[in-house]
């Protein structure tokens, strides 16, 4: 079994995959599309890639290539603690650091920190945290800082300078399993995990109520929605489709239900997956 995954190591998403994956061979790329197109040219047979934070809510790099590029089915789901770090080589006093690396959602995540304690600090986008610390321990300038967790402070020699600087305490970040055949996934037999469908809707088109009679589907039948976003549909300035997560399985009747109303209505719906959801607590002496 081979895995694709943001990387490089001592990243967030290095981290949901040894959870989901443990001593499975695991594969490293450079971007989100790089992830999941190796699942599509057969070379992986799966991939883990981040979709969703609390703070920062979605990745949008990966909704918009899994729907409008990739098209691989979701297989699972796991949410991971993000605890974020300030790296460095060596000790470093804050107002020494001229520059901070990171992926640019935990750059933001860590925003009232940046402003606050670093206001003098550049700050630079990096493909993933993994990156940026691995960006800052080959660095001949002793003077950047990375952000990011334990584990690539540990892979890539770095000092922590200061813990848990993100601006919420409840950091987490849900992970995507994604796989060339749903079936094949063992954890779609997992009977024991909450199960969630994630799915997309297109209006027919623009009219009053459209949304709403959407959202009644699901209401009388009395089927949760725990998500729902619009997300462009890239064709023109204010033509979007709708990205709904609702806790349900694709194969009840309610759901099935659902589906044959909004087809009457002339509404598309494209079921993305039907998978189990794993809910990952660091214990005491894990990394971060």
């Not at 197109?37 to 909704?63: K, L, R, S």
Request: hydrophobic share 40%; net charge negative.
């Amino acid at each position: 079994m081979k895995i694709s995954y943001l990387g490089p190591k001592g990243t967030f998403t290095k981290m949901a995959v040894d959870v989901l994956f443990p001593g499975q061979e695991a594969y490293s790329y450079a971007t989100i599309p790089q992830c999941m197109d190796a699942v599509v040219n057969g070379e992986m047979d799966y991939c883990v890639v981040p979709v969703e934070n609390t703070i920062e809510g979605t990745v949008p790099i990966t909704m918009d290539y899994l729907i409008h590029q990739a098209k691989l089915p979701i297989v699972g789901e796991v949410v991971i603690p993000i605890r974020q770090h300030l790296l460095a080589k060596g000790t470093l006093e804050l107002s020494e650091i001229k520059d901070v690396y990171s992926h640019s959602h935990a750059i933001a995540q860590c925003h009232h920190y940046l402003h606050t304690e670093l206001p003098h600090a550049v700050t630079h986008a990096a493909s993933s945290t993994g990156t940026a610390a691995k960006m800052v321990a080959d660095m001949e300038d002793g003077y950047a800082a990375a952000i990011g967790n334990e584990l690539a402070a540990k892979e890539f020699g770095l000092t922590i300078l200061q813990k848990d600087i993100h601006d919420y305490a409840n950091n987490h970040t849900r992970f995507f399993v994604l796989a060339s055949d749903a079936a094949s996934n063992p954890a779609q037999h997992d009977t024991d995990a909450k199960r969630k469908t994630s799915l997309y809707v297109t209006l027919p088109s623009d009219y009053a109520g459209a949304l709403h009679q959407v959202l009644a589907a699901f209401a009388w039948r009395k089927i949760n929605m725990s998500k729902i976003e619009s997300r462009p549909m890239k064709t023109g300035l204010g033509n979007y489709f709708f990205i709904m997560d609702v806790s349900c399985e694709a194969e009840d009747i309610l759901f099935q239900g659902v589906q044959q109303e909004l087809e009457a209505l002339g509404c598309s719906l494209t079921v993305l997956g039907s998978y189990p959801i794993h809910q990952y607590e660091k214990k005491a002496g894990a990394c971060s």
